[in-house]
């Protein structure tokens, strides 16, 4: 693989870390009500937000397993959850409106930069 394939996929893996812990963190009534106020729940988003939150993880794992195979892939994807979530954490604790245009960014640079490195691979 050239180095802007590995370096696609390391970004990608990241981005989608990042962006699956913040839909899995804001399907929680808490982490909601720290954006939208007391009170406020994600009702019927909750589904959707896990959803999406798992999409990330996974296409987080799938990154880090094509980038370094089965025996390191996994080990580079507990690195990229780890980085994920403390952005995630600190994000929330000082900046929580912030998050989901954050997320929304890292979600669409997520998948941008997965094709990319398909591509940049094929050639």
Request: net charge positive; hydrophobic share 60%; aromatic share 8%.
């Amino acid at each position: 693989m050239s180095a802007l394939t590995n370096g696609l996929l390391i970004y990608a893996a990241l981005a989608a870390a990042l962006a699956g812990f913040a839909g899995l963190s804001l399907a929680m009534d808490r982490h909601w009500e720290a954006l939208y106020g007391r009170g406020s729940s994600p009702g019927d988003k909750t589904r959707w937000l896990q959803a999406c939150g798992t999409a990330g993880l996974l296409l987080s794992l799938a990154a880090s397993l094509a980038l370094k195979g089965a025996s390191q892939g996994w080990v580079m994807w507990l690195g990229a959850l780890t980085a994920g979530a403390v952005v995630v954490v600190l994000t929330l604790t000082y900046h929580a409106r912030r998050l989901i245009p954050v997320a929304k960014a890292a979600a669409v640079s997520a998948v941008v930069a997965t094709i990319a490195a398909q591509a940049a691979y094929a050639l």
